[in-house]
Each structure stands twice: as C-alpha cells, then as structure tokens.
C-alpha cells in the first residue's frame, strides 16, 4: 500500500513541496504519495486528524501553523523545541513526533554555497520564528560569532538568552540593527520578513567581509532590496533561501524514509523556473 505525505499551509497551492517530494520519491524508489492540504484556519487539528484516520504516515507544516504544530505533538525533536516551532510530523502509530527541519536545511544550503560555518562570523537579521528556528544548527555548526540583530533589540535579547545554554563557545551576541556595527561577517542572513514588501532592514555600512556571503531567506523573488543592498554595501555573493526549501525538503524526507535523495537534481530544476539574482 502505497504511504501517504502531505503539506499542510493556509493558502497552500503556490506549494512546491508536491513537486519537490514526487521527484525526491522517484529519484530513491519509494512507494509513496505527496499532496498540498489546505487547512481552514481555525481547523489544522482536525485536518491533522482527518489525514492520519486515513493512514498518513507524515507532514511538512507551513504558515500559520508550525507553532499549532509544535503544540499539537506528542513529542518534539530538541531542534523543535528550542524553535517553538514544528514544520514536520513524523506520524507513528498513536503518536505523532514533530521536528523542525528548516535550520538543518539552511546549514546544508550554505555548505552547498561553498561557506565553511565552523569558525565564520555570522550575522542573523530578526528575531521571529525563522530566526529562531536557526540558531541551534548554526551554533552546532561551530559558527565563531552568531549576532542576532533585530529592530527590537530586546527580542534579539530574548533568543540571545533563550539559546544561551547551547553556546558553548560564547558565540552568541544581540541587539538592534545598528549594535552590529563595528564588526565584519562572512555570512549575513535575512531571516525577517522585509523583502516579503521588497523592503531591507536599514542596516549600518561596514558589515560585509571580504568574501562575504548575502543570504534571504525568502526566494523567487529575484534580487530583493535586501540583496541590492548587501551588494552595494560589500557583498561578495548573494543568494535566496531556495536552496534551504530543498533542503528542508530532503531532511524531512530522510526522516520519513530513512534514506537521503541527492538534492542536486531538484536544485537545478527549480531554479531554472526562478527568477535570477542579478
């Protein structure tokens, strides 16, 4: 009987998850199927429900339900927890395990960039779910310096102190926008939702080192103004987060079915559909 994956998203139909896990399937041999579920806002439990009474082995969760999600499991991955968010359910028997495979796709992302983490500086812009669902990758990466800047400093000092406990190098830093200044990284990431309205923190000169890496977390947009901006500021490169959906995508994979796709292939095919970075 062939094992039954879904997205679930409110809206959902701009999804390339399907696509992504069809080719992924095609690519290991696996006997499975993978649809988009759209959930009415007040009802991602009882469509959660409704998908595993009809045998579904597994989830992505995307906007507005990962925090519903996280709440819905009957156990989270260490990752999910610290991220107060779930895009991912493993659904076994009576139970349902959740996990959040966004961080673990963004590192993979920037391995594939050609960054080296362990001992680079990295700047991290905002301080809502998608920051915070990459703080405890990047740190296990070996990343020498993680700064969290936010237009609030003070929720930049919140994850600063929520993570506090797996920083066992002292990477961590946090603030606003303009606390940091003063120092140089090699990677800088977008994880606010500015570029969403083609708009770009008002970040301070001086932040780009040689080399640097720009990178936002939003994709097919094309070069956002966040992206324009790191150029003209410094930048090196620039990238968007396409990569780190498929990467995601392959980590979530691998957890339903104990085999990891070569994510190569998928890359190419999705950004031969996407508007270019220059």
Not at 126 to 153: D, H
Not at 157 to 164: E, G, K, N, P, T
Not at 186 to 206: E, M
Request: aromatic share 6%; hydrophobic share 50%.
């Amino acid at each position: 009987m062939t094992d039954r994956y879904a997205v679930i998203g409110h809206p959902i139909a701009h999804s390339k998850s399907p696509s992504i896990h069809a080719a992924f399937a095609a690519q290991t041999g696996q006997d499975m199927s993978y649809e988009a579920l759209l959930a009415p806002l007040d009802g991602f439990a009882a469509t959660v429900a409704a998908f595993r009474a009809a045998g579904g082995r597994g989830l992505n969760i995307t906007v507005p339900f990962k925090e519903e999600a996280w709440r819905l499991a009957d156990s989270l991955s260490e990752r999910a927890r610290l991220a107060g968010a779930v895009n991912t359910f493993v659904i076994g028997g009576e139970a349902i395990a959740g996990d959040n495979t966004d961080g673990a796709g963004l590192v993979r992302d920037l391995e594939w960039l050609g960054c080296r983490l362990d001992g680079a500086r990295v700047l991290l812009l905002g301080a809502g779910g998608a920051a915070r669902g990459v703080v405890l990758p990047l740190l296990e990466a070996g990343v020498s310096r993680l700064f969290i800047a936010n237009r609030t400093a003070e929720r930049a000092c919140a994850l600063q102190v929520h993570f506090a406990g797996h920083d066992a190098r002292g990477a961590l830093g946090a603030g606003g926008w303009h606390d940091a200044a003063g120092a140089a990284y090699d990677v800088v990431i977008n994880a606010t939702s500015a570029s969403l309205s083609n708009q770009a923190p008002p970040l301070p000169a001086g932040l780009y080192a040689p080399g640097s890496l720009a990178y936002d977390m939003v994709y097919g947009r094309g070069l956002t103004a966040f992206l324009g901006q790191a150029r003209a500021q410094g930048a090196a490169r620039v990238a968007d987060g396409l990569g780190m959906l498929v990467e995601q995508a392959a980590e979530a994979f691998a957890l339903w079915r104990g085999v990891r796709p070569d994510t190569a292939p998928v890359r190419a095919q999705l950004r031969a559909a996407t508007p270019p970075l220059d």
